[in-house]
């Protein structure tokens, strides 16, 4: 059975495939049994825009490929080793409490069978590419053990920023600082200035420092992770509504050089770190009021009610150089039928509103992932077909 499939396989990838509108070929990237591609998290382009570096959070992998051909040329997923990153960095535990970090050699002494491994399961969760190389922002769990009694054992876990050549060869591991009311999260990164901005949960009670409960907040860190402060919270709505509560109000930067933007995948604003503006999104700024009305997340559990409460979702932000674009999905009620139809807006550097076109049907266009190629000067798409399975193409948007 496993030969058949494999020869499926190959078969599949190996087969020619047409050109899209734009005459640019698709390309089908290569699978295997062991590498299959499930849940695009983001992928991006080598400086050369010879390579394509795929982060896929369900297989747990970041995938190399070769954009020409579709074919992979190397895989990694998180070694067991990474624990020891935060021990190299940090030997005591925050907040002062009476443990100590330890490498997986010190765990051996006392657990041979390093029975503890199950429990380190590390998480890729972002790929990035910056000057030649590759970045990927990672979740790292790592054993702690009583200053007393090494026997007594924890987990606890860091936002690990890897650094490896285009050979996805390991550089090095940065983890960011964890303080007392401060946890940082693996979501997303963005380095300006020589420093990090990145997303963070706080722990923080308004009683505390007279501020609301902020829950998914944007910190600064140095550019070794040591903590610097607190920079951006949770918009007035999500607390009042109580919508901030959910686990899935996490943000997606952007570097656009003098500033950092940002966006909330329900709050449909534009909004910018330096210059604290929060810009309203072109026509769709409103379609989410009523979910901040009324929606009650300690009330109604129900995703499907939770979704028609906030038809609008942002689901990307990404940069040519010269302009932003917001990646955004919508959910529409027609004919009694609903279905998701994606949306891409662009905006200059500043925020003001340039363009937005419709993408369609998002279960009929099949686009998991959008993206700028530099070198090429155009857009590209990975979709997956269930026909063929994963494709790549170069498209132009806006007439360009």
Not at 213 to 228: A, E, K, N
Not at 239 to 254: I, M, R
Not at 267 to 288: A, E, H, M, R, V
Not at 328 to 344: A, D, K, M
Request: with cysteine; hydrophobic share 35%; proline share 3%.
């Amino acid at each position: 059975m496993k030969i058949v499939l494999s020869l499926v396989i190959l078969f599949l990838w190996s087969c020619t495939y047409e050109m899209n509108s734009g005459g640019y070929d698709k390309i089908l990237l290569q699978e295997t049994e062991t590498i299959i591609l499930a849940n695009t998290n983001n992928a991006v382009i080598s400086d050369d825009g010879r390579y394509l570096f795929v982060c896929d959070s369900k297989s747990n992998q970041i995938i190399k490929y070769e954009i020409k051909t579709g074919k992979i040329i190397k895989v990694i997923s998180p070694d067991l080793s990474l624990s020891d990153s935060i021990c190299f960095h940090y030997r005591d535990y925050p907040n002062n409490y009476p443990m100590l970090y330890v490498s997986l050699e010190d765990i051996s002494k006392t657990d041979p069978e390093l029975s503890i491994a199950n429990h380190l399961r590390h998480q890729f969760r972002k790929v990035y590419i910056r000057n030649q190389k590759i970045f990927v922002f990672a979740l790292v769990y790592a054993p702690a053990v009583d200053k007393e009694n090494y026997l007594n054992k924890r987990i606890t876990n860091h936002a690990v920023l890897l650094e490896y050549d285009e050979s996805l060869k390991l550089l090095d591991a940065k983890p960011f600082e964890n303080t007392f009311d401060t946890h940082a999260m693996s979501f997303d990164c963005v380095e300006i200035d020589g420093e990090i901005i990145a997303t963070c949960s706080d722990f923080v009670r308004q009683f505390q420092n007279n501020i609301y409960d902020s829950l998914i907040i944007l910190s600064r860190y140095s550019g070794d992770g040591q903590f610097v402060d607190k920079q951006v919270y949770l918009p007035e709505v999500y607390l009042k509504s109580k919508v901030g509560y959910l686990s899935s109000q996490n943000v997606h930067l952007l570097s656009t050089g003098d500033d950092v933007c940002y966006i909330y995948p329900t709050y449909p604003y534009l909004n910018f770190l330096k210059t604290q503006k929060s810009i309203p999104l072109n026509g769709i700024s409103d379609l989410n009021n009523v979910g901040f009305e009324k929606f009650n997340p300690e009330m109604e559990i129900d995703l499907d009610k939770y979704e028609r409460a906030f038809p609008i979702s942002l689901n990307g932000l990404f940069s040519d150089g010269k302009n932003i674009y917001v990646n955004i999905l919508q959910l529409v009620f027609e004919n009694n039928e609903t279905f998701r139809t994606g949306i891409l807006q662009k905006y200059d550097l500043e925020g003001n509103f340039i363009a937005s076109i419709e993408l369609g049907d998002y279960k009929e266009n099949k686009i998991k992932y959008i993206g700028y190629a530099m070198k090429k000067d155009c857009f590209y798409l990975i979709k997956m077909d269930s026909q063929i399975g994963w494709t790549f193409e170069y498209v132009n948007y806006f007439n360009e």
